[in-house]
């Protein structure tokens, strides 16, 4: 077994990371000859020869994005004019433009960590809404927003189970109880109301309890 060696690594151990036109054109050659057999094979109507090429495709695909990937970086060739001809031909499969990778992937590495200067996580930043945007998402303006309203979901908060009855009880001011608009006595007393769901089969119960008269 091998002790590791705590000192760091000097350039010549480096050596066989750096970039090599050799091994960068023999990445490039194989996604160039996947997407050749990709496509041949996905224009036939044979489903068997179909579907084995639309799997090629997609790791071929796959293959050029990293290429689009290194080549931003410039760590798949020595030659710099060799990263721009071979990152416009992955970003066309890529669907990424080179450059703009280049600019917005530079970017992303000089700012890792800083959400909102990052490019790939700054709409992730919370900010407050424009004058715009709270309109839009106002209460009313946009039905069931996801904003500000609860959704529609039936039976969210159904009530009371049949199995269990709810009760309530108020206390009520002398002042506030009489048994008839022209009364002259007032009764101090306790208001009960009764409530349960109309599958319990337990009617809903109403008692006062009246005191003695003033």
Same mark, same amino acid.
């Given at each position: 077994?091998? &002790?590791? &060696?705590?000192?760091?690594?000097?350039?010549? *151990?480096?050596?066989?990371?750096?970039?090599? *036109?050799?091994?960068? &054109?023999? #990445?490039?050659?194989?996604?160039?000859?996947?997407?050749?057999?990709?496509?041949?094979?996905?224009?036939?109507?044979?489903?068997?020869?179909?579907?084995?090429?639309?799997?090629?495709?997609?790791?071929?695909?796959?293959?050029?994005?990293?290429?689009?990937?290194?080549?931003?970086?410039?760590?798949?060739?020595?030659?710099?004019?060799?990263?721009?001809?071979?990152?416009?031909?992955?970003?066309?499969?890529?669907?990424?433009?080179?450059?703009?990778?280049?600019?917005?992937?530079?970017?992303?590495?000089?700012?890792?960590?800083?959400? *909102?200067? *990052?490019?790939?996580?700054?709409?992730?930043?919370?900010?407050?809404?424009?004058? #715009?945007?709270?309109?839009?998402?106002?209460?009313?303006?946009?039905?069931?927003?996801?904003?500000?309203?609860?959704?529609?979901?039936?039976?969210?908060?159904?009530?009371?189970?049949?199995?269990?009855?709810?009760?309530?009880?108020?206390? #009520?001011?002398?002042?506030?109880?009489?048994?008839?608009?022209?009364?002259?006595?007032?009764?101090?007393?306790?208001?009960?109301?009764?409530?349960?769901?109309?599958?319990?089969?337990?009617?809903?119960?109403?008692?006062?309890?009246?005191?003695?008269?003033?």
């Amino acid at each position: 077994m091998q &002790s590791r &060696s705590t000192h760091p690594p000097t350039p010549a *151990d480096l050596t066989h990371l750096r970039p090599s *036109d050799a091994a960068g &054109s023999a #990445v490039t050659l194989v996604a160039i000859v996947a997407t050749v057999i990709a496509l041949t094979l996905s224009m036939r109507a044979e489903v068997w020869l179909w579907l084995p090429g639309q799997i090629i495709l997609a790791v071929a695909l796959v293959q050029w994005f990293a290429i689009l990937h290194e080549c931003g970086h410039e760590t798949l060739f020595r030659s710099r004019s060799i990263h721009r001809a071979i990152g416009q031909v992955a970003g066309f499969f890529s669907i990424i433009p080179f450059y703009n990778w280049k600019r917005v992937h530079g970017r992303h590495h000089k700012w890792t960590g800083w959400q *909102d200067v *990052d490019p790939t996580t700054a709409t992730l930043v919370p900010r407050e809404l424009s004058r #715009v945007e709270r309109v839009l998402v106002a209460r009313g303006s946009m039905p069931y927003s996801a904003v500000t309203q609860p959704l529609p979901v039936p039976r969210r908060n159904g009530g009371t189970l049949s199995s269990m009855l709810a009760a309530q009880m108020t206390r #009520v001011s002398p002042t506030s109880i009489s048994t008839e608009p022209s009364a002259c006595a007032r009764k101090l007393g306790v208001s009960r109301t009764g409530r349960s769901s109309s599958r319990s089969g337990v009617p809903s119960t109403a008692a006062r309890a009246p005191a003695s008269e003033s």
